[in-house]
């Protein structure tokens, strides 16, 4: 079951002040809608994520789509954003319908969701209404207002990818969710357990909330790592995933490549899983010449199994020859793309060891990486 995540990031949030709309505005040191990302990003079942933005922040909309992530601008109102999200998706499958700013929205939630629509064709998270209500105007109170059956309605709503599409294409006018839009078809939805930390940013105070959530619940580890290849015969280099012409090659059982093995040790590192010779033993035939993007995606792949999202990688290779630097931007687009990052979280440099030890005397290349990882 194909399950992908829907992030709706097009709305101006002018209540919530600030000079930026909402989404881009800074909370415990991300943007609300990094932090929304990852939460979906982190879950070992969402396979794939599309987000939708206003048209005028389509300049921002680069990172995103080298790190994975399909874009479209959004509608006229939010029923409209949701159908151009909608036209990213396959055919078939399951969607995550998810508010950019509810950006704690925590794992549990998410897995409620996704359990449900193994047994209904659309499912969302509600909280009880505990609060006795009132009805008001004028700043005084006219009546009141049973709660019993009542819920605080929050995203992500899940669907049947053909169901919503259909339901969607049929509804006419704004809608204030995508249960409505589903009920207006006659579509069922199941209701799963809600979280009070599933917040939705709207006004200014709630970025203070959202921050003492987000850094309640964090859990940042780091990892390095480093490796060694020695040159041998060969035309062509591989580092950061690129292939850089050479008068000489890297000799090591896969493809040599120092900086993803290393980057990859990083991530187990953080991990505390051991190193890339644990999981794919040079003792073993299969990994003989093998492309080391499989290792890397491996290692990125243990991190959203554990639950943390990859926040930053940097990654110094040293050497005298080849030079890195005219080749850096690609290999940080390269390493970005196989993490489901940003760009500018992917750092890639060099140095040079002064013409000192091994690298010196040009007989290999060294490298050192560090990784950050942070618990969604």
Known sequence: MTICALIVAAGRGTRAGGDLPKQWQRVAGRSVLAHTIAAFRAHPAVDTIALVLHPDDLDKAAPFREAGIAVAAGGSDRAASVRAGLALLPERGKVLIHDAARCCVPRQVISEVIAALEHHAAAAPGLPVTDALWQGSAQRVTGTQDREGLFAAQTPQGFDLPVIRAAHAA???????????????????????????????????????????????????????????????????????????????????????????????????????????????????????????????????????????????????????????????????????????????????????????????????ACMATATLVKS
């Not at 000799?251 to 040790?265: L, N, R, W």
Request: charged share 20%; with cysteine; hydrophobic share 40%.
């Open 171 to 365: 509804y006419d006018g704004p809608a204030a969710d995508d249960v409505a839009v589903a009920r207006a078809a006659g579509i069922v939805v199941a209701i799963t357990p809600g979280d009070a930390d599933n917040m939705k940013i709207t006004t200014p105070g709630d970025f203070a909330r959202a921050a003492r959530i987000l850094e309640g619940r964090m859990d940042i580890r780091t990892g390095n790592g480093f490796d060694v290849h020695a040159f041998g015969p060969g035309d062509h280099v591989t580092l950061c995933g690129l292939r850089i012409p050479h008068d000489q090659g890297l000799v090591g059982h896969s493809d040599a490549d120092v900086g993803m093995h290393t980057v990859t040790d990083a991530i187990y590192g953080a991990l505390a899983m051991g190193d890339i010779g644990q999981h794919f033993p040079p003792s073993d035939p299969q990994w003989k010449g093998a492309a080391s993007e499989v290792f890397l995606r491996h290692a990125a792949g243990l991190a959203a199994q554990a639950g943390f999202a990859i926040t930053h990688v940097d990654c110094t290779l040293i050497c005298e020859q080849p030079k890195i630097g005219p080749h850096a931007p690609e290999m940080r687009r390269v390493m970005a793309g196989l993490l489901g990052l940003e760009v500018e979280r992917v750092s890639v440099k060099a140095t040079t060891s002064e013409r000192l030890g091994f690298t010196g005397r040009g007989e290999g290349i």
